[in-house]
């Protein structure tokens, strides 16, 4: 066993963690504004936006990222517009922005499902109740729909932000020094794939585990009613007596 | 019944996939990148075609060995080649004492400096010491002066290179303090790059870059400063490489590769692919 | 108009590549993604229902284990896992067979990339597809493997009778969901050298320096595989709840 060599692997991959963070926030919270936006046309009355939204997330969900991500990066730097356009071009120049918008377009699709199996599990008697009461529509959105809708999406898309945290690997492949792409530094360096690999595999597992455990934490907090009710033998003791 | 001939011929299809190589050397694996013109490139066909596999071909047939060219991207040869996925690597594969530590090389069959290219209209076209061969294995007053130079004039700039090259290492010994460098997967890459502009100068063997120069899509580029060769960097030339446990095969390809280089065999290939003899 | 014009160009000269040969790479590339997801599903198959099992076993370490498997196998990169099998297969197989004697001491067994590959894909695919099988089995009514169980029904036969068929009827939409997914996941063993669509498109997109179009292309490919599945495995529902619809 080679402890330095693990050691310094580790910390080596680890000095990269904040870049693979902040490419996972950005995707997240870029991808959850697209996701609502979709959402929203996926319900609408429109028959166009509905349409817009069935095909996006067609697309998205049926090709894989890696393939999302060359087409954006090496794909679309080929056309001259693009690359004359002033509004484009510092975006899609940067590979870090590509790769933000990638993963922010390609986990849109896969949390607007989510998001509309959500509302769409939301029992209808509450929605009933609040019409008869009178209560307006946003308010009813607000007050009835949208809390229930949350908590019924939060476990599903937990997971599609653990996802993401592996997503942000492929980053490494369009020359951002990532985790992923640090660890292959490493082994191209070393000729140890499998140490070095074995290095950062333990890095995203506690990253991930992290995570889980933090969403745990905040369903837990937004669902009291579903916990189990104190159990019987936790009476309330007499006071003893010693007044 | 039915169900156990079935594992039982998938048992089989998994052993006979997997021969164990023997150690007299009838078939021997190769692996190349495909995508480095015009060492190793892909046809439309599929197949590997280029200036290796021509070497290749003539140096098994002295052999007598029947070689099995097989497409491996660049940054896994080395591991794949140690972990025993193939039995020699030839991807224009500089010599240096970095990698003997790990792998074991034949004697040089090319030898091709490392160069800048960049777009002839931009900032960089202008870049000191144009054209001029800088030999690092002399490490004089020259070369230093040429480098302090070359860095200033790349100072806060965008360097694209392959990861994992000779021209990697002189980048992080170099460049890195002073310009931003890009490592990217495959040559090709920090070409298209280049030309998108999202890099300001390409880092790479001078006789790759003739290749690129050679296509349509890279009319506005051109070479740019100074070209740099040997020392424990750049190396003494362009190899191929064995496991260290395969002192064997080694022999046996040096031996044939000698008689290719000394009935001008090779040299007849370069002037095929490169225009240029690339053997000295 | 400029753009419209560039479009045509890059239409004709799509054509032209394809014709060259490109194209019937591409489908070579189908042909072994298809290959590739199907032995995946099946390695997944095999992995998923005794990791499910695993999970809902009462035995404290079987749970562990289970656990461990999905948390791990779901949660790492596909590419790192890709790469460990890529790398460690072929250690492992030649330390294996030196220890034992069976070749020399610097002999080598490769593990041949496909294999490698459909392996670590087959064990990402198993890690989900375990977890649909856990959700349709805790799906099933408790009262009917009670009844089952008041019947006097041997385990096997309640497991044949009343757990496969049933589990396998709720399961088929989630693993509609996993065989797209693993069709995804095929396309990252490309790093291995295994020739399936995105490593056609890939030598493509490198050799002829039209990226935009072949991965284009692959990503419709893709689109086209993943899509053609869905109207197969909506036709496999209707089939396993044939009993459960009401005749009209």
Known sequence: ?243 | MKLSRWFALSALALISSAPAMAKDWKTVTVAMEGSYEPWNMTDASGKIVGFEVDILNDVCARMKVECKIVAQDWDGVIPGLTAGKFDVVMDGMSITEERMKTIDFSIPYASSPVAFIANKNGPLAKLSNAGKMIDLSKDDADSKAALDTLRKELAGKNVGLQVSTTEATFGDKYLKDVASVHEYKTTDEHDLDLMAGRIDVAFADTTYFLGTLAKPDAKDLAFVGPQFKGGPILGPGIGAAFRKTDKDLQDMYNKALKAALDDGSVKKYSMQWFKIDITQ | ?248
């Open chain 3, 1 to 248: 108009m400029e753009v419209l014009t560039n479009l045509q160009d890059q239409f004709s000269t799509a054509i032209n590549l394809l014709v060259q040969g490109w194209g019937l790479q591409l489908l070579w590339g189908i042909g072994w993604t298809l290959a590739v997801t199907f032995v995946s599903m099946l390695i997944g198959a095999v992995l998923g229902s005794l990791v499910a099992a695993a999970k809902l076993s009462s035995r404290g370490t079987l749970k562990f284990i289970g656990e461990a498997y999905t948390t791990v196998f779901r949660g790492e990169p596909e590419l790192l896992i890709i790469y460990l099998f890529y790398y460690g297969g072929t250690q492992i197989l030649t330390g294996t067979a030196r220890s034992t004697g069976a070749i020399g001491a610097t002999d080598i067994i490769n593990m041949p990339s496909f294999i490698g590959g459909v392996l670590a894909v087959g064990i990402i695919s198993g890690a989900y597809q375990a977890e649909v099988y856990r959700g349709s089995f805790l799906a099933i009514m408790r009262g009917e493997l009670e009844a089952a169980r008041a019947y006097g029904m041997s385990a096997f036969t309640r497991l044949r009778l009343i757990i496969v068929p049933q589990v396998l009827r709720l399961a088929v939409p989630g693993l509609g969901n996993v065989w797209q997914l693993t069709i995804k996941d095929s396309a990252l063993i490309s790093v291995t050298g295994v020739a399936e669509l995105m490593l056609s498109a890939n030598k493509a997109a490198r050799s002829t320096h039209h990226s935009l179009l072949f991965y284009a292309l692959a990503g419709a490919l893709y689109l086209v595989m993943t899509s053609i599945s869905t109207p197969i495995f909506s036709k496999a529902e209707r089939y396993t709840s044939r009993s459960f619809v009401r005749p009209k």
């Open chain 1, 1 to 243: 066993m080679d402890t330095d060599f693990y050691l310094s692997t580790i910390w080596s991959v680890l000095k990269a963690l904040p870049l693979t963070l902040e490419i996972w926030f950005f995707g997240v919270l870029i991808g959850l504004f697209v996701a609502c936006i979709l959402t929203w046309m996926r319900a609408s009355a429109f028959k166009l936006a509905r349409i817009f939204s069935q095909a996006y997330v067609f697309v998205f969900r049926g090709s894989p990222l890696l393939v999302q991500i060359y087409l954006i990066y090496f794909g679309l730097s080929q056309f001259d517009f693009v690359r004359n356009s002033s509004i484009l071009w510092p975006v899609l120049r940067d590979p870090m922005y590509c790769t933000i918008l990638a993963m922010a377009m390609n986990t849109a699709a896969y949390s607007s499902e989510i998001f509309r199996g959500a509302l769409r599990a939301v029992p209808v008697g509450p929605i009933e109740a609040a019409k008869a009461f009178g209560m307006p529509a946003l308010t009813r959105f607000r007050l009835i729909i949208l809390p229930m809708a949350l908590r019924l999406a939060l476990p599903a898309y937990s997971t599609e932000i653990i996802l993401m945290t592996k997503a942000t690997a492929l980053a490494s492949v369009v020359t951002i020094m990532e985790m992923m792409g640090v660890a292959q530094k490493i082994q191209h360096d070393t000729f140890r794939p499998i140490e070095v690999l074995t290095c950062a595999g333990l890095i995203y597992l506690a990253l991930n585990f992290s995570i889980a455990r933090l969403f745990a934490m905040v369903e837990y907090l937004l669902s009291p009613h579903l916990r189990p009710p104190p159990e019987q033998s936790q009476q309330i003791k007499p006071v003893p007596e010693v007044l």
